[in-house]
């Protein structure tokens, strides 16, 4: 009751004041409405400043990002589509620069193996070469000894002598050709490089070896030499007695001696220092079966080096091996020097290059080390389409190299050609594409995006401030119609209840009326009368929020009458009388004598 009265008594003064000032009516009740007014209220919207200077930090940031939300998705798009072009044309080089190396590499491939295929058939030239030779020269000495005619061994020995000068200088290829006897005598025309017959030296490259007595197994035969005339066959000097040697005591010869085909063969290092290769093949009567005699045929494997060198390697190189040891190659690891012997054949993992060490040991490791496994069964050749061939890139001192190797089998030996190239002498175009390329996509990217940013920042900023302008000012509209229609409710509601609450409290004061109309006691009556004072002052109290609830709504009115004051006070008195009596108070009214 006291703070109704209060601020009755502030409602008061209000209109009082409005009189005296001529101030507008509404402002007579602006301390009663001011909180609720307040929450009505909506600021401009300010973007450059922002909103709220003291903002805690994480509502900043969340300012911040629904400030620039609209530029940072553009700046998002932006980025996505020059990583999607990009992208794009990356994959798109990258698979077409895949597709171009993966044919290079077939093309690369197929160089190799026709440069190994042309070796090949090089290398069975000479094999079927010497092949030939020793077949023709051993029906020669078969057609000498099945002669019906009475030669002297003179006679016979110059006939063998003529019959292997002429196949000698028939096959171009052959370093040696012989017939050997198992009685020691023997008849032996090779190549020199070059000789010296006294203090005179001679252009001749054919020499003869020769031993015309019988020698017991176990003892060294005697060895002549001398040079032959390159046209005739005479000889050029008398004949001179070397260093003794036994052919019986080579491996080819016994092969071929013991045999059942009659057919040998043998890897080894000449007198020049080089790997030949010789040939045997059994001798015997055409009509008795008697042997006579075992033909020796050799050949130096240097010249497979000699065709491989006319490549072009590219910068690579080839080399051919038994197994382990070198047996031809095309980095000189076999100089042709001439009367010095190295004791035998260099091993690959010995050699100059250390391409050919790399590579030799990278075979050995992946299980191609065994050539045994690589030998067919029956002894004869096979061709090069036969053989068996492997491509690969491998790392050989650090540095990319394609390599493929093929084996071939002439009888029971097995040789196996190893061709290596660089990578770079071949992809080097292609791989410094491939870098220029990357470089240009990615500055373009770069570039695409630098520019796309720059122009979506210059020319959409603006467009972007006015749009979050535009969309707090709705933002704004939409909370003060929501607002508004809160307060809309309150009143209608207050207006309701005030109006509810009147229609009891009038017939309070009626009932409070007729009380007072009948025969009551002095004290009684007092007491009826503070009774309808305090209904009358709820009356008041209503009608003072249904006046609120019009001046909410724009349709208070205010009407000026007069009052006594000291009325008011003394009613006030009588109300709270009862209540301080009862609490042992006493309430009582000092007035001004001016203001009755």
């Known amino acids: 009751m006291v703070s109704l009265i209060e601020r009755l008594r502030k409602a008061s003064q209000c209109s009082a004041s409005q009189e005296g000032t001529g101030e507008p009516p509404e402002a007579g009740m602006s301390a009663l409405t001011s909180a609720r007014k307040s929450s009505t209220s909506y600021p401009a919207p300010d973007l450059e400043q922002g909103e709220d200077v003291q903002a805690a930090p994480g509502q900043k940031k969340k300012r911040f990002l629904k400030k620039y939300d ?46 190994i295929e042309r070796t090949s058939d090089d290398v069975f030239n000479l094999f079927g070469s010497g092949e030939l030779c020793a077949r023709f020269l051993v029906g020669s000495m078969q057609r000498i000894h099945a002669a019906r005619i009475n030669w002297t061994n003179d006679t016979i020995d110059d006939l063998i002598k003529e019959a292997i000068f002429g196949t ?23 190549s020199s490089d070059k000789f010296t017959l006294g203090n005179s030296t001679t252009s001749s490259r054919i020499q003869m070896m020769f031993n015309n007595e019988t020698t017991p ?20 000097s008398p004949p001179r007695e070397v260093a003794r040697l036994d052919p019986r005591a080579r491996d080819w010869y016994n092969q071929a001696l013991h045999s059942a085909d009659g057919l040998a063969e043998q890897v080894l290092v000449g007198i020049s220092g080089r790997p030949q290769l010789s040939l045997g093949r059994r001798v015997t009567h055409p009509t008795n079966g008697r042997v006579l005699g075992v033909i020796g045929l050799s050949f130096y494997l240097t010249t497979i080096s000699r065709y491989m060198s006319e490549f072009d390697l590219k910068g690579g190189l080839m080399y051919v091996t038994n197994g ?12 042709a020097a001439t009367n010095v012997s190295t004791g035998g054949l260099l091993p690959a993992s010995q050699s100059s290059s250390l391409v050919v060490r790399e590579s030799f040991a990278y ?12 030998s067919l069964s029956g002894g004869q050749g096979i061709n090069a389409s036969d053989a068996s061939s492997t491509f690969r890139e491998v790392r050989l001192g650090g540095a990319p190299y394609f390599l493929q190797y093929k084996y071939l089998q002439f009888r029971n030996i097995v040789l196996r ?3 290596v190239l660089p990578r770079d002498s071949i992809m080097r175009p292609i791989d410094s594409g491939a870098r220029y390329t990357k470089a240009i996509v990615i500055g373009v990217t770069a570039a695409t995006c630098a520019l796309g940013f720059l122009l979506i920042v210059l020319f959409t900023d603006p467009v972007s401030k006015e749009m979050r302008l535009k969309a707090q000012v709705i933002e704004n509209l939409e909370g003060r119609r929501q607002a508004e229609a809160r307060e809309d409710f309150k009143t209608k509601f207050l207006a309701r209840t005030s109006h509810d609450l009147r229609t009891p409290s009038a017939a309070m004061l009626g009932l409070l009326d007729v009380i007072l109309e009948s025969s009551l006691e002095t004290d009684q009556a007092d007491r009826v009368k503070q009774v309808k004072e305090c209904a009358l002052t709820q009356l008041k ?13 724009g349709k208070m009115q205010l009407e000026n009458e007069l009052f006594d004051i000291g009325n008011l006070l003394e009613s006030l008195v009588d109300i709270f009388s009862v209540q301080c009596t009862a609490k042992g108070l006493e309430v009582g009214l000092d007035m001004d004598s001016n203001l009755i």
């Open 217 to 236: 197994a176990g003892q060294l035969p005697r060895r002549f030499t001398t040079y032959l005339a390159e046209d005739t066959g005479e000889p050029l």
């Open 541 to 553: 109290l209503l009608n003072d929020i249904l006046d609120f609830s019009k001046i909410e709504a």
């Open 70 to 115: 609209i530029l940072f998705l553009r700046l998002a798009i932006m980025f996505t589509l020059a990583c999607l072009l990009s992208g794009s044309t990356a994959l798109s080089f990258f698979l077409s620069s895949a597709r171009c190396r993966d044919s290079l590499t077939q093309l690369v491939q197929s160089y190799q193996n026709d440069l």
């Open 417 to 419: 050609q190893v061709m």
């Open 168 to 190: 000698f200088t028939d096959c171009a290829q052959t370093s040696s050709l012989g017939f050997f006897k198992g009685d020691g005598t023997y008849i032996s025309i090779s």
């Open 363 to 374: 075979l050995k490791s992946v299980g191609q080390g065994n050539m045994n496994v690589y």
């Open 324 to 335: 382990t040891m070198l047996v031809a190659d095309t980095v000189g690891d076999y100089a």
